[in-house]
């Protein structure tokens, strides 16, 4: 039994589960320096995990392209997830799984491979990528200036942290009265927001960029239920001046769902309104939530 207040939510770092105040990585931690890290965010709705397994299938391919080693296996990650969240006794939480790259084993060195990998989590209450009440609205977006890194300098389907592009676009977005910003890569096609993937929806056609961006588990979740519900789409290239016209638009994020888009620059969308596309994928994809396939509880009872 345990007397610490894990209330404001848990992690797991150097091997222990403390109170997310306490939990500390070294400033010598090639993860700060380097931003040398990779990680994965699922959320907890209603105390079950959505998509747990999808989440750590992309965690282990992003661990494996960074040739992260962290010295656990997936069962091993997942019952810690378990754990993290338990002990925080948070119903509906954000959940982050991070691989760092840690300090080398050897005083000096320089080589990566010298580094002692490890892995941090935390379960912390819920966080969305824009807020509660932009949601209800819909969100103005801002295409930024500032061009996506390209995908040859970094993988974007490896969940990093090498945030600069999408920040310095937040910086402009938010400057300019905007709720967040949508990057394109240099031959101005769409890529992706910060913490979110991007859809179109044009004459009742969905689009969403192939390339530059996270492959979204909220992404593959939509596609998916497009597909069930028999609404056309395409998974390609979008060009700026495609996004600028939709009727319709909404972004997908583990923090937060599938999330209404009200104005792209200054355009305010033709079907922002009513958005029926948006509407029934939104609904779609919380009752999906329901379905066992995807609905892993979270084992509270086993670490009270
Ligand atoms: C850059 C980026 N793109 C897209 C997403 C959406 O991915 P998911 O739906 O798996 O949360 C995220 C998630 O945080 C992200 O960081």
Redo the contacts with the bound molecule.
């Keep these: 039994m345990t007397t610490q207040d894990f209330s404001r939510g848990a992690a797991y770092v150097d091997g222990a589960f403390v109170p997310i105040g306490d939990a500390r990585i070294s400033v010598l931690d090639w993860g700060f320096t380097h931003s040398d890290a990779v990680y994965d965010?699922v959320h907890v709705v209603d105390g079950a995990f959505f998509r747990l397994q999808a989440?750590l299938d992309?965690f282990r391919r992003s661990m494996a392209m960074r040739r992260m080693d962290v010295g656990m296996t997936m069962d091993e990650i997942r019952c810690n997830l378990h754990e993290v969240v338990a002990l925080s006794g948070l119903r509906d939480a954000y959940v982050a799984m991070v691989a760092l790259r840690g300090r080398p084993r050897i005083y000096g060195s320089r080589r990566p491979a010298d580094c002692q990998n490890h892995l941090v989590t935390y379960a912390v209450p819920w966080v969305d990528?824009v807020p509660r009440e932009v949601q209800e609205r819909g969100a103005r977006l801002k295409i930024a200036d500032v061009p996506r890194v390209p995908d040859a300098c970094f993988d974007?389907t490896v969940?990093n942290y090498q945030w600069g592009d999408?920040t310095t676009g937040l910086f402009q977005a938010h400057d300019e009265g905007y709720d967040s910003v949508i990057l394109c890569d240099a031959d101005n096609y769409v890529t992706?927001?910060?913490?979110?993937?991007i859809f179109s929806v044009w004459n009742g056609h969905v689009w969403t960029p192939d390339h530059g961006?996270?492959p979204?588990?909220?992404?593959a979740t939509v596609l998916e239920l497009c597909t069930e519900l028999g609404i056309p789409f395409s998974v390609g290239r979008l060009r700026r001046a495609e996004l600028e016209v939709s009727d319709e638009a909404f972004i997908?994020?583990?923090?937060g769902g599938v999330i209404r888009v009200q104005q792209i620059n200054d355009r305010i969308l033709p079907q922002a309104e009513e958005s029926p596309v948006f509407k029934r994928l939104r609904q779609a994809y919380w009752e999906a939530h329901r379905d066992p396939r995807f609905h892993e509880p979270i084992g509270y009872h086993a670490y009270a």
């Design positions: 965010v989440h992309r990528v974007p969940k999408l992706e927001g910060p913490g979110f993937n961006c996270l979204g588990i909220t992404r997908t994020s583990s923090g």
